[in-house]
T-cell receptor, first 120, second 112 residues
Framework: GAVVSQHPSWVICKSGTSVKIECRSL??????MFWYRQFPKQSLMLMAT?????????EQGVEKDKFLINHASLTLSTLTVTSAHPEDSSFYIC????????????????FGPGTRLTVL | KQEVTQIPAALSVPEGENLVLNCSFT??????LQWFRQDPGKGLTSLLL?????REQTSGRLNASLDKSSGRSTLYIAASQPGDSATYLC???????????FGAGTILRVKS
């Protein structure tokens, strides 16, 4: 149980285009999903927290108009990188918190396999 | 502001050796601490999660300890195998809030 998927696993696009990345919780409902960015040989940097049915909360320094996040259902959140540039090339990872486990208060986050974005 | 530090940054050991990875955090007001494994180009696999009230957790050859008051956690790997080669990340969740704060990781290489 507690499987999180991401699609696509990798994408190459031209500068100026927009790219959408999907994050799905496959066997549980997630009221909260998190989007991270990871540069080579560095740790994960939290970009934003996404709550189902409400606007995402962005971390300081993350452009909300650049990285559009939508959490339309309890099993799906999307990250759209708008007008992508080469500096947006990175590894993007999402995680999800199981709503049913919230009552147990473990609050464990389950991570997706990541999406490698390369902007030419 | 919570800061998480992992030592060493990289470690290379021969197969079969027992090893310890260290994680320290500056703010002891944590909800839980989690150890992850990340293979190159892949996502994170949760290894062990320790609640703030717990002292240790064990899973197979892995044992993680937590000393909340001193802001330290260790991940002990027994009888290391080449398949254990990966980056190991430590992350803490603050007492209030959802955000995980990650360390920079320890790159482990187990030589056969």
């Amino acid at each position: 149980g507690a499987v999180v998927s991401q699609h696509p696993s990798w994408v190459i696009c031209k500068s100026g285009t927009s790219v959408k990345i999907e994050c799905r919780s496959l066997d549980f409902q997630a009221t909260t999903m998190f989007w991270y960015r990871q540069f080579p040989k560095q740790s994960l940097m939290l970009m934003a927290t996404s709550n189902e049915g409400s606007k995402a909360t962005y971390e300081q320094g993350v452009e909300k108009d650049k990285f559009l996040i939508n959490h339309a259902s309890l099993t799906l959140s999307t990250l759209t990188v708008t007008s992508a540039h080469p500096e947006d090339s990175s590894f993007y990872i999402c995680s999800a918190r199981d709503r049913t486990l919230a009552g147990v208060s473990y609050n464990e986050q389950f991570f997706g396999p990541g999406t490698r974005l390369t902007v030419l | 502001k919570q800061e998480v530090t992992q030592i060493p940054a990289a470690l290379s050991v021969p197969e079969g050796e027992n090893l310890v990875l260290n994680c320290s955090f500056t703010d002891s007001a944590i909800y839980n601490l989690q150890w992850f494994r990340q293979d190159p180009g892949k996502g994170l696999t949760s290894l062990l999660l320790i609640q703030s009230s717990q002292r240790e957790q064990t899973s197979g050859r892995l044992n993680a300890s937590l000393d909340k008051s001193s802001g330290r956690s260790t991940l002990y790997i027994a009888a290391s195998q080449p398949g254990d080669s990966a980056t190991y990340l430590c992350a803490v969740r603050p007492e209030y809030g959802n955000k995980l704060v990650f360390g920079a990781g320890t790159i482990l290489r187990v030589k056969s």
